[in-house]
Every structure is written in C-alpha cells, then in structure tokens.
C-alpha cells in the first residue's frame, strides 16, 4: 500500500529556533514529491522535489530529497510567529493524477 | 493566478438532510479533486475527475457522490448527512498531476 509518513506530528517552538520537518515515503512509480504549508484555509504550495540531492530553498524555507533512502526535509531557520501552520507532505506517482498525502506536520512558533 | 472557489466557507446541516458542496475553477483544468480532512487523519481523497462527466473514486468515497457536468464545476454531494461527515472539505483542481491548486475549505458541521 502506498503511504506517506510525516513526523513529528506536532512541535512547538520558540520564535528563533530552526527546525527540520521529515517526510518519509513508499509509493510505486515515485515521481515528485510536494510540500504545502497550511494555515487556517487552503494549503498553498512551497516545493516540488523531484530529483535526489538538489536543494531548494525560499527564503528561510529549504527541502531536500533522497531518492535512495526514500524521504525528505523541509528546513525552516529563524522561525517567526508566521510559520505557524500545518506542513503537508504529497507525493505523485508516475500514471496517476491523485497525490498521497501524509498527515502533516503541525508547527507552533511561539514568540 | 489560479482561483479555485468553494460555495460556503461554512455550513451547518442537519442529520438526513442532502448536501451539496460546489467548487468551481478558472484555469480549464481538466482534473479537479474533492477531499475531506481530519485532525490527525490528513487529506483524504474522496473522489476525483479528469474530465467531465468522468469520476473515480477516491479512498473514501462511501456516503458521497459527484457530479461533473461542466469542465470548471465539479460538485460532492452528500445524499444523507450524517454527524461523521462533519469535516473539513477542500476542493483542487490541476493540470498536471504536481501542481495542484487548493480553494479555501467548507467546514460542514452536521447536527
């Protein structure tokens, strides 16, 4: 069965602090991997990743994919109040047009 | 810019009744999504659509139903409500499967 595992489930931090999010997937015909940020609506789109070891980064937002081990990171550093939200990782496989969610990552930033 | 849009931001209901929820896209996407999401559950797929008229269900489709009769509408409808159908519904709609553009959510409450 094709599965997508995101942790921790939930983390709280302090305004400053850096933290790594970690998907982690199992899905035949891999071809890209998503990660969205949801606050209180819609979750809106950060990355696509689709090959190993190619960093991309936004601002203070950077993810990572190794396509060998079969997971990801979202990086966010100096983390704001603003980051408060829900980090959805998704991934699409090759012959489908559905993504394979993982069940999110809730971040507190507190100031 | 994509717009996706959701006929209610949110709804109350009672048990029984029929509920329909409209999503509605301006960017001629061919396939269009319905989810529902749950704390500690994520997304999950309920039904999409690639095309009009056409519908595949999603991973849990039981208790819905879809309509797709125009290219820019795709409608979940909920032919008796009941309390665990309470959720959060978002609608997407993509061109490829990578890019998926989400609307803002109805949070259906059903008493």
């Known amino acids: 069965e094709d599965k997508v595992v995101q942790s921790p489930l939930s983390l709280v931090v302090h305004e400053g602090d850096t933290v790594t999010l970690n998907c982690s997937y199992e899905?035949?015909?891999?071809?890209?991997l998503l990660w969205y940020k949801q606050e209180k609506k819609a979750p809106t789109f950060l990355f696509m990743l689709?090959?190993?070891?190619i960093e991309k980064k936004s601002g203070r937002l950077s993810s990572i994919l190794d396509k060998k081990e079969l997971f990801s990171i979202l990086n966010i550093t100096a983390t704001q109040t603003g980051d408060s939200a829900v980090y959805l990782c998704?991934?699409?496989?090759?012959?489908?047009?559905?993504?394979?969610f993982g069940k999110g990552t809730k971040l507190t930033v507190n100031p | 810019d994509v717009k996706v849009t959701q006929s209610s931001r949110y709804l109350v209901k009672r048990t029984g009744e029929k509920v329909f929820l409209e999503c509605v896209q301006d960017m001629d996407h061919e396939n269009m999504f319905w989810y529902r999401q749950d704390p500690g559950l994520g997304l999950r797929l309920i039904y999409f659509?690639?095309?009009?008229?056409?519908?595949e269900k999603g991973d849990i489709p039981e208790g819905y139903s879809v309509s797709r009769e125009k290219k820019e509408r795709f409608s979940l409808i909920l032919e008796s409500a009941s309390t665990n159908q309470t959720s959060m519904y978002l609608c997407?709609?993509?061109?490829?499967?990578?890019?998926?553009?989400f609307g803002p959510g109805t949070r259906l409450t059903v008493l």
């Open positions: 899905v035949t015909n891999f071809r890209s």
């Open positions: 997407a709609s993509s061109l490829v499967p990578d890019t998926q553009y």
């Open positions: 689709t090959s190993s070891g």
């Open positions: 659509s690639y095309d009009v008229k056409m519908k």
């Open positions: 998704a991934v699409t496989q090759g012959g489908s047009e559905k993504l394979v």
